[in-house]
């Protein structure tokens, strides 16, 4: 089982940026899909951004141009640069990966754009 832990969550005004990190506790090499999603109270989760093994990448509509999905395999990581942040932004992100027929979750980092 794959375990996942995501941290770089915070505040930051409007128009500011973070960096999200998820860290997987083995390879991430043959891990099939890596993705990103995000959920405020009372919304249904929402997917922001995925990464293939083979590095092919997804955006939703509202974080394109501004949000980047990347990994680094040698560090069992996967990134969500987020630039040019807006107070929608704000949620708690999750990252998730399937694997086979298996499938995680890491427990989520709090990302609040304010002034």
């Known amino acids: 089982q794959v375990q996942l832990v995501e941290s770089g969550g915070g505040l930051v005004q409007p128009g500011g940026s973070l960096r999200l990190s998820c860290a997987a506790s083995?390879?991430?090499?043959?891990?099939?899909?890596m993705s990103w999603y995000r959920q405020t109270p009372g919304k249904e989760r929402e997917l922001v951004a995925f990464?293939?093994?083979?590095?092919?990448?997804w955006y939703a509509t509202s974080v394109k141009g501004r949000f980047t999905i990347s990994r680094d395999n040698r560090k069992n990581t996967v990134y969500l640069q987020m630039n040019s942040l807006k107070p929608e932004d704000t949620a708690a992100y999750s990252c998730?990966?399937?694997?086979?027929?298996?499938?995680?979750w890491g427990q989520g980092t709090q990302v609040t754009v304010s002034s």
């Open positions: 998730y990966a399937t694997y086979g027929s298996s499938e995680t």
């Open positions: 083995r390879d991430i090499f043959s891990i099939n899909v």
């Open positions: 990464i293939t093994s083979d590095g092919s990448t």
